[in-house]
T-cell receptor
Framework: KNEVEQSPQNLTAQEGEFITINCSYSVGISALHWLQQHPGGGIVSLFMLSSGKKKHGRLIATINIQEKHSSLHITASHPRDSAVYICAVALGEKLTFGTGTRLTIIP | DAGVTQSPTHLIKTRGQQVTLRCSPISGHKSVSWYQQVLGQGPQFIFQYYEKEERGRGNFPDRFSARQFPNYSSELNVNALLLGDSALYLC???????????????FGPGTRLTVT
C-alpha cells in the first residue's frame, strides 16, 4: 500500500463546479503539501498544512491529523485550473508524493 | 526575486554516460531537495541537503550522488546512465530552519533528461 493515496485519479468537471480532491496517508507526518503541476512539468506549491484549514483565493485546503486525511477544494472552477494536483507528505527529511489527480475543467 | 533555477533545461545522454544537473535555490534558502519524476508518475525523493550536509536519501542506487556548495547551490550527479533514468529531475528549496520539511517548498522548472 502506498504511503500517500489520492482520489480521484482523474476528474473532469464543467466550469463553475465545486471540486474536491482527497489525500489519505498512512504514517505520522510533520506537514502536508498540496502542489499543482501544469503540462511541461513546472510545480507550484499551493499550500503547506500541519493542522486546520487554509484558504487562498478560490482554493481551500483542510487537514484532519487524527484521520490522516486532507482535502483540496476549488470553488467556481475555471479552465485555467486544469492541471495535475499532487499531495505530498513531509516525513522527516523527505517528501513522499501521491500519484496526483488530473483535473480537467471544461468551458 | 529570482525563483529556483535549474540547468540545463533539457539533456540527451547515451547509456553508460555520466550527467551533472545544477540547481540554484532562492536567496536565503539553505535547504535543497532533489526529486525524480518519471513520465506519468508522481515525483520520488532522491536527496535533501541542508547546510551543505546530506540530511536524507531516498531509495536510489549509489550511481546517484549530490552535493551542496557554500552558496547553497547544488549539483546532482548520475553515473552509468540507464534508460530508466530518463525523467524530469526537479530541485526544490525552502526556508527550513532544520531538515524537517515543514516550510513551503519552491520548485525549479526541472531538467528533462533523456537517455538513449
Amino acid at each position: 500500500k502506498n504511503e500517500v493515496e489520492q482520489s480521484p485519479q482523474n476528474l473532469t468537471a464543467q466550469e463553475g463546479e465545486f471540486i474536491t480532491i482527497n489525500c489519505s496517508y498512512s504514517v505520522g507526518i510533520s506537514a502536508l503539501h498540496w502542489l499543482q503541476q501544469h503540462p511541461g512539468g513546472g510545480i507550484v506549491s499551493l499550500f503547506m498544512l500541519s493542522s486546520g484549514k487554509k484558504k487562498h483565493g478560490r482554493l481551500i485546503a483542510t487537514i484532519n491529523i487524527q484521520e490522516k486525511h486532507s482535502s483540496l477544494h476549488i470553488t467556481a472552477s475555471h479552465p485555467r485550473d486544469s492541471a495535475v494536483y499532487i499531495c505530498a507528505v513531509a516525513l522527516g527529511e523527505k517528501l513522499t508524493f501521491g500519484t496526483g489527480t488530473r483535473l480537467t475543467i471544461i468551458p | 526575486d529570482a525563483g529556483v533555477t535549474q540547468s540545463p533545461t533539457h539533456l540527451i545522454k547515451t547509456r553508460g554516460q555520466q550527467v551533472t544537473l545544477r540547481c540554484s535555490p532562492i536567496s536565503g534558502h539553505k535547504s535543497v531537495s532533489w526529486y525524480q519524476q518519471v513520465l506519468g508518475q508522481g515525483p520520488q525523493f532522491i536527496f535533501q541537503y541542508y547546510e551543505k550536509e546530506e540530511r536524507g536519501r531516498g531509495n536510489f542506487p549509489d550511481r546517484f550522488s549530490a552535493r551542496q556548495f557554500p552558496n547553497y547551490s547544488s549539483e546532482l550527479n548520475v553515473n552509468a546512465l540507464l534508460l530508466g533514468d530518463s525523467a524530469l529531475y526537479l530541485c526544490a528549496s525552502s526556508l527550513n530552519q532544520g531538515f524537517l520539511l515543514t516550510y513551503e517548498q519552491y520548485f525549479g522548472p526541472g531538467t528533462r533528461l533523456t537517455v538513449t
